[in-house]
């Protein structure tokens, strides 16, 4: 199982960032993906997830209304469109999918500042 996420930089508040995370070595469409995310000196926590098809989505009250979550099987990516940034979103984001157990990616580092 390999994850490869991509798309972060810095941008300022208010901005957009469309994050990508490439899957390999499983069946990508016959499983859950999701986002986290982890800002200095905090713990991990889960950003959005998304079903297995696409259908069903869940996202963290700290950015519902904000973020979107998207998948396109054929392509094996998991996306995460983030918008209205804001400072306390800088973090480094991580996909992972759990199969026998938890899977990572390397992480993609979103920095939101003025």
């Known amino acids: 199982v390999q994850l490869v996420e991509s798309g972060g930089g810095l941008v300022q508040p208010g901005e957009s960032l469309r994050l990508s995370c490439v899957g390999s070595g499983f069946t990508f469409s016959s499983l859950p993906m999701t986002w986290y995310r982890q800002a200095p000196g905090k713990e991990r926590e889960l950003v959005a997830s998304?079903?297995?098809?696409?259908?069903?989505?869940y996202y963290a009250d700290s950015v519902k209304g904000r973020f979107t979550v998207s998948r396109d099987n054929a392509k094996n990516t998991m996306y995460l469109q983030m918008n209205s940034l804001k400072p306390e979103d800088t973090a480094v984001y991580y996909c992972?999918?759990?199969?026998?157990?938890?899977?990572w990616g390397q992480g993609t580092q979103v920095t939101v500042s003025s």
């Open positions: 992972n999918v759990r199969r026998s157990r938890d899977y």
């Open positions: 998304i079903s297995s098809a696409g259908s069903s989505t």
